[in-house]
Structure formats: C-alpha cells, structure tokens
C-alpha cells in the first residue's frame, strides 16, 4: 500500500516550487492532493499535470490572507473529502534590513506569511477534531532559528510559524493532532530565479553560484527533497514526531563557519 493511501492532503502555494513537488509527491503515494494558490491558471495546470500522471489533484483560487475565502474553500473540501493532512506553505519573501522595511511591506509579509498559516490551521482544526485526528506541517525556514542579513520582515514572519508550529502541537496532543515545521535554507525554485533576474540581470549565473557556496554542503536544496521530507512527517511513519521544527539546509545551521 501506497504511504498516503486513501488520504485526503490540502497543499496551499501547490502551484509552484516547494508547493508543486509536495503536492506531486503527496500524489504519487496514493493522496487526493487539493492544490490552493493565489493564481488559478496554475494551479489548474499544475492539478492537471498530477492526473494526467495517474494522481488525484482539484485545483482552487485561494488568497490565504483572506480569512472568509480560506475557511469557505476549507469547508468545502472537508464536506466532500475529510481531510487527513494540511501543508501550509504558502509565502512570500522580502530582502531588507529594519530601516529599508516599510509598514507596507511588514504588513503584506505578515498577511500572508502569518495570518495565511492561521487561517488555513483555524479553518482545518475543527474537521481535525471531528474526525479524531490528522496532520499539520507548515514551512518555516533557517530565519527561524539563526540571523541573515537583510530578512527582517521575513524572519519576523517565519519565526511566528515556527512558534505557532509549537503552540498547536502541544494544545492538540488530546486530540490525534501533530504539528511539525520544516525550516529550509535557500532552494532552487523559481523565486530564487526571478529575484537573481531582476536584481542582477546579465550576473545570474555568478551570483547564482555564489549563493550555492553560501551552503556547506556546496548547492541549493531541491523542492523535491523537501517533499521527500515533508512525505516523511505527514506519514503513519511519523506518528511518534509532533511539536518539531526539521532544518533542511545543507548543513547551514550547524556546520557554516
């Protein structure tokens, strides 16, 4: 039998990069993958590529900052499917220091990066309970836990859910909920390209091999090895596993000079 077979798994960011290859994965072990993402042609692609390779994948339009829409979306899923596995992953990034953040942009980091995880858990957690169990995994990030230069508002938010990430763990032990966080150092997806792109155009390639250096283990991670972590936490395999952030950097955390 199939790791998640059976198994209902809710994915938001699933239209791209890390959300993609989680969802694609979550698919290929047997999930009924529900792929929530702000852009709905992509995520309708992305849906039919899975079923096109024999998995089980809806799309939806979802703003995750949107309290009402997120809980509706919820909802709905769990009226027709229940729902085993909620992977809030869903984020945005921004490179600035404390003086060159600006309200807006705290707050747009903040409605996304943090409201969004609370949405999606607070929609989630009655049908959790109702139906005697079921999994958390939300993506945090090596800013949780160390300090980089210029990710204030970013750390800011990534730390949050690896708090948030704790305080769900230990307040739903009762009820057969586990909470984990994944925190990655840099993967290659597309934001890394378009941000190397449109802040050193003509300098990709260099300034691309310059941030893979910045990993002791010399590269980028993959977003399928983090879906091969992710696959890991929200299986039966991982049942002894709640209230835990897993690092996946290369090594950065404990082993950078």
Known sequence: MKRLENKTAIITGAASGIGLAIAKRFATEGA??????????????????????????????????????VRKIIQTINNQHVANILVCNAGIGFVGNLAETSEDDLDRLYKVNVKGVYNCMHAQVPFFKK??????????????????????????????????TLSVAVDYLADNIRCNC??????????????????????????????EKTQPIGRMGTPEEVAGLAIYLVSDEAAFVTGCDFPLDGGFVKLRP
């Open 131 to 164: 139906n005697g169990g079921g999994v958390f995994l939300n993506m945090a990030s090596i800013v949780s836990s160390v300090g980089i230069p210029d990710r204030f508002a970013y750390s800011m938010t990534k730390g949050a859910v690896l708090t948030m």
């Open 32 to 69: 009924h993958v529900h792929l929530l993402d702000l852009k709905p042609e992509e995520a309708k692609d992305a849906a039919a590529s899975i079923r096109t390779s024999g998995g089980k994948a809806t799309p939806h339009a979802c703003d995750v900052s949107d309290h009402q829409e």
């Open 182 to 211: 994944i925190s990655p150092a840099r993967i290659h997806t597309p934001f890394v390209d378009g941000f190397l792109a449109k802040n050193y155009p003509g300098q990709e390639a260099e300034m691309f091999a310059k941030l």
